[in-house]
């Protein structure tokens, strides 16, 4: 999984094993998946801000700073940062919080359920990109956990509109905000 794959270089990188009992970690990392996927932020409209506003609240209660940037306030986008001792440029993990719209009637199931089915998580944005988008927030909790010290800051962007426009997500963000998520 991206997530493990991630530490495993970052703690060999920095020079600290890795000590993540995934199994510990499922349910977890399953609350949050099953919690995005249960945001319905079809695009359109979007509504991305309903994810902003369940992402800040994690990242609030885990002591990681995070900001909101909107264009839209209805489509927000939010970043986070980890410190590192800035000896090298930043990482930047980033994925959208948008999804496409469903036709219902083509569903078995409720498609922002998230009910659990055949070993599935079953719904819209499962594996674009609500997937991705609960790896990076928890690569972001268990990194900071951990205590580990960085050469570098990692930098999380949940960026909203990439299914449609991209005005209000990353166009925005690199055109007046680029600071925020200037990586390597
Ligand atoms: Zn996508």
Same mark, same amino acid.
């Given at each position: 999984?991206?997530?493990?794959?991630?530490l495993?270089?970052?703690?060999?990188?920095?020079?600290?094993?890795?000590?993540?009992?995934?199994?510990?970690?499922?349910?977890?990392?399953?609350?949050?998946?099953?919690?995005?996927?249960?945001?319905?932020s079809?695009?359109?409209?979007?509504n991305?801000? #309903?994810?902003?506003?369940? +992402?800040? %609240?994690?990242?609030? $209660?885990?002591?990681?700073?995070?900001?909101? =940037?909107?264009?839209?306030?209805?489509?927000?986008?939010l970043?986070?940062?980890i410190?590192?001792n800035?000896?090298?440029?930043?990482?930047l993990?980033?994925?959208?919080?948008?999804v496409?719209?469903v036709?219902?009637?083509k569903?078995p199931?409720?498609?922002f359920?998230a009910?659990r089915?055949?070993?599935?998580?079953?719904?819209?944005?499962?594996?674009?990109?609500?997937?991705k988008l609960?790896?990076? #927030?928890?690569l972001?909790? +268990?990194? %900071?956990?951990?205590? $580990?010290?960085?050469d570098?800051?990692v930098? =999380?962007?949940?960026?909203?509109?990439?299914?449609?426009t991209t005005?209000?997500?990353i166009?925005?963000?690199?055109?007046?905000?680029?600071?925020q998520?200037?990586?390597e």
């Open positions: 999984m991206k997530v493990a794959a991630f495993l270089i970052a703690g060999l990188a920095f020079g600290q094993k890795p000590a993540v009992d995934w199994k510990a970690q499922e349910a977890e990392i399953l609350r949050h998946y099953s919690a995005l996927v249960q945001i319905d079809s695009n359109p409209p979007g991305e801000t #309903l994810v902003v506003n369940y +992402l800040k %609240k994690v990242f609030d $209660a885990e002591g990681i700073p995070a900001q909101v =940037f909107a264009l839209d306030p209805a489509r927000a986008n970043v986070a940062r410190k590192g800035g000896s090298k440029r930043p990482i993990i980033m994925a959208h919080t948008d496409v719209g036709q219902r009637e569903w199931v409720d498609p359920g009910i089915k055949d070993g599935y998580v079953w719904g819209r944005g499962t594996v674009d990109d609500k997937d609960a790896s990076n #927030l928890m972001m909790l +268990l990194l %900071k956990r951990s205590g $580990a010290r960085l570098r800051d930098i =999380f962007l949940a960026e909203s509109g990439e299914e449609g005005a209000p997500g166009e925005f963000m690199v055109n007046q905000h680029f600071d998520i200037d990586a």
